[in-house]
């Protein structure tokens, strides 16, 4: 059994890294956040110490190995995309493992530094990259693998996932803290994207707004056409009269990916291989966030060549500025 702290308890996804110590036999000692909405946690670890601020979490932290011998082998972290690179460092220092999720973090330079942490404290840092452990998505890379090495597949993906105005007030809403639309709710395509077609040849942004992005990326084995959005106006109507609000689709030579289920285990899965060594490390998350730090800062030529069809679609105000109405992204802070 091993022992486990959590960073960011009170977010969206803290409840499935609670499933996944808990479905992998391991503890969680001690977790923070400073948002204290974590009734969650007693239906995973009711007996888990809680803290709201830091300084009394690392504190715990430092009580519980001098004066147990209780050592936290692994430090797991869902807090805002900004600052995970900070998390990352603080587990390290602590003596743990740490366990990411994604974006590990938001710029290339940044996995450098890290590096130079994972040396210095002979710890290793691991990334969450669920879908690589997703059963379709390990078919479909064996059936690129033993396909012809010379082919170039025509792939069209598709995000939709409906928010409403709160995003734009929380920190997702902030390019400088989550990345924007194409990092935070698009790495893990990319990352997915990276890991069945090779490496990046060439990456064009068409359109980059506060509700949506969209561009065309070529890798070794695959042309890419994809958009992205959290506006619900982009959604099919057929999704729309069902009542939902996120739609989600990869063609690959116009034919249908499936893989709309088998989520809900996934990070266990992730977990399960971490703690068999297999994980996936800082390295591994390279090429994606290269990807999404190349489209924030691309220029945007337009809806033009090898473009999204929803590329075409109306652009839309920013509902917290109707001056900013249509407004084009080509830089963030």
């Known amino acids: 059994m091993k022992n486990f702290a959590l960073i960011g308890a009170a977010g969206y996804i803290a409840p ?13 000692m001690a977790a923070y956040d400073k ?14 110490d809680f803290f709201v601020e830091s300084e009394r979490f690392d504190r715990h932290l430092e009580k519980l190995k ?10 797991s972290i869902c807090t805002p995309n900004y600052l995970h690179d900070s998390h990352i460092r603080m587990a390290l220092r602590r ?6 999720e994604k974006p590990l973090v938001l710029n290339p330079w940044n996995i450098d530094a890290l590096s130079n942490v994972e040396k210095d404290t002979g710890k290793k840092i691991w990334n969450i990259l669920q879908l690589r452990v997703h059963p379709s ?3 479909l890379k064996k059936k690129i693998e033993n396909g012809p090495k010379d082919k170039i597949y025509d792939v069209d993906l598709t995000y939709l996932t409906s928010r409403g105005n709160w995003y734009y007030t ?16 698009g790495v893990h395509f990319y990352d997915m994207l ?5 490496d990046v040849k060439r990456n064009e942004v068409h359109v980059h707004t506060h509700d949506r992005a969209a561009g065309y990326l070529e890798f070794n084995q695959a042309r890419v056409r994809w958009f992205l959005s959290i506006n619900e106006d982009v959604l099919p109507q057929e999704i729309k009269e069902k009542g939902q609000r996120t739609f989600r689709s990869i063609t690959i030579e116009g034919e249908e990916l499936e893989f709309s289920g088998g989520f809900t285990d996934l990070h266990t899965t992730s977990y399960t291989e971490i703690m068999n060594g297999n994980g996936y490390g800082i390295e ?7 990807i999404v730090h190349d489209i924030r800062h691309a220029g945007i030529v337009g809806v033009r060549g090898e473009y999204h069809p929803l590329a075409k679609e109306s652009l839309t105000d920013h509902p917290f500025d109707k001056k900013k109405s249509k407004l084009i992204i080509s830089h963030a802070s």
């Not at 929380?170 to 709710?185: H, Q």
């Open 137 to 139: 998505i390990i078919a």
């Open 35 to 48: 948002f204290d909405s974590v009734g969650i946690i007693d239906s995973y670890f009711p007996n888990a």
């Open 16 to 28: 499935r890294h609670m499933k996944a110590i808990k479905d992998t036999g391991n503890t969680l």
């Open 194 to 198: 990276s890991w069945v077609f090779g």
């Open 95 to 100: 003596g743990s493992d740490a366990i990411c």
């Open 284 to 290: 591994d998350a390279r090429q994606a966030i290269e």
């Open 170 to 185: 929380s920190w997702k809403g902030d390019m400088s803290k989550s990345g924007g639309i194409a990092t935070n709710i």
């Open 66 to 75: 001098y004066e147990q011998d209780i050592n936290m082998d692994y430090i």
